[in-house]
């Protein structure tokens, strides 16, 4: 049967909601936004003083936000430090970068392709499964530390990078995200796909992820901050695996003398985590704005 296409389409208008608010109070939220974003940006501003404070100025009490006399000398303390540890830098940054990178990518990956079937697909148990996983965001590390220690151990991958970055893979906020969003992409839209004739894997990459975008990048930066604070202290026995932030915490605890070379490290620990996320932001942001899709 062979289409109509003479008649012409309806189009459907949405009336725009609009908000009445008068002058006054758009004036008091906007002000107690104001107030709100200067005590969230207020540490971050005295982290990054710090750093460049020398240390009559780090010892002060009380202490001030906003550093006076300016110098790099901490800065140069802490490369002299990490150039004269016994394991280079180079390697405790291959170490962070492989560590951070397979568990991001790896929990991002497996999460997904766990979401498209209980998103997506209907097999006995499913509910069951998606229940399991939402309980399992009810404990909190400390109580699944010791039976991950077990299984680590009885896999046999203690002291390896594996030891780090496989229980990445297994996080349940992340499965539980992407299904949630997944769910909001149409079924038409995939069964049309399976009409013309593509499988599920091209369905998954060429379909369901690139819809799912502002998910898994909003994963990502969750993922990543996670194991950028991953010091591995658990698994990792040999020094050469540690990552950096393993490295950058001795220096913190290393005593009042440190307390320079302290500061900057906590700058680093900041800066890594906040730099990756407002790359990743713009593209959420881009990504919600051109996408949304409805039956």
Request: net charge positive.
């Amino acid at each position: 049967m062979k289409r109509d296409y003479s008649k012409p389409k309806k189009r459907l208008f949405h009336r725009q909601k609009t908000l009445n608010r008068s002058m006054a109070g758009n004036l008091t939220l906007f002000l107690f936004m104001a107030v709100c974003g200067v005590f969230m940006v207020l540490p971050l501003i005295m982290v990054v003083n710090n750093a460049l404070k020398p240390l009559d100025e780090l010892f002060r009490y009380p202490p001030k936000i906003f550093v006076r006399n300016p110098e790099f000398d901490n800065f140069s303390d802490l490369f002299v430090l990490m150039s004269n540890s016994w394991v280079p830098l180079s390697r405790y940054i291959l170490n962070t970068v492989i560590i951070t990178g397979g568990g991001t990518i790896g929990h991002v990956l497996f999460a997904s392709l766990a979401a498209y079937p209980l998103a997506k697909h209907n097999f006995p148990g499913k509910n069951i499964l998606f229940k399991i996983v939402v309980l399992s965001l009810m404990f909190s590390w400390q109580v699944t530390q010791i039976p991950n220690y077990m299984i680590i151990s009885w896999l046999g991958i203690n002291n390896t990078y594996l030891a780090v970055i496989l229980p990445a893979f297994a996080y349940g906020l992340g499965l539980y995200l992407i299904k949630q969003f997944m769910e909001q992409i149409p079924d038409s839209l995939v069964e049309s796909a399976r009409l013309d004739g593509a499988n599920e894997y091209r369905i998954f990459w060429a379909i369901i992820m690139p819809n799912v975008k502002p998910a898994w990048l909003t994963l990502a930066v969750l993922q990543f901050q996670s194991m950028w604070g991953n010091t591995g202290s658990t698994y990792l026995r040999s020094e050469q695996l540690k990552p950096l932030q393993y490295a950058l915490q001795q220096i913190v605890n290393s005593g009042p003398a440190r307390q320079g070379a302290a500061a900057v490290v906590t700058f680093i620990i900041a800066a890594i985590p906040i730099t990756f996320f407002i790359i990743c932001q713009s593209s959420i942001i881009e990504t919600m704005t051109t996408s949304g899709m409805k039956e």
